[in-house]
């Protein structure tokens, strides 16, 4: 991670960008609730802050509270289906799921047009996987 923050020079926008670690719903909740909070929340993964607290229903009151952010959940999945069953709640709560695989990212949700339909996220890593070019 250190190094993607150096090769994408985030630290030229520092203040713009934080990394918090302590996985406390709450302290997310106070911190959000500051004028000129952050708007895009990423959550790695849903699992691990759902064994910090984040229960389902505290989750989904935090979504519901700050309706102006968006939230961007990742999840670990087994068998193409995300881990656990508050995950798969959460999953059918997003407007937008996006499912990565081969360095490809497939998006699943209400906006989908095409369900073959591809972003390719990395083509050097992509061609190894699927050993053509394309990106759809």
């Known amino acids: 991670m250190q190094r993607r923050l150096a090769q994408f020079k985030m630290s030229d926008v520092q203040g713009s960008f934080r990394i ?3 996985g406390d719903i709450k302290a997310l909740e106070e911190r959000l609730a500051k004028p ?3 708007k895009f929340i ?3 993964s849903y699992q691990y802050a759902y064994e910090a607290g984040w229960e389902y229903s505290l989750t989904r009151a935090l979504i519901d509270r700050f ?3 968006t939230f961007i ?3 670990q ?3 193409g289906k995300p881990i656990g069953k508050p995950a798969i709640r959460l999953k059918y709560a997003a407007g937008v799921k996006v499912r990565t695989q081969g360095f490809r990212a497939y998006c699943q949700g209400r906006y989908s047009g095409n369900v073959s339909e591809y972003y390719t996220i990395w083509a050097e890593k992509a061609v190894e996987v699927y050993n053509d070019k394309s990106n759809n």
């Open 77 to 79: 999945e087994d068998k």
């Open 36 to 38: 000129k909070s952050a």
């Open 42 to 44: 990423i959550v790695d």
């Open 67 to 69: 309706k102006r952010k």
């Open 73 to 75: 959940f990742v999840s």
């Open 20 to 22: 918090i670690t302590d």
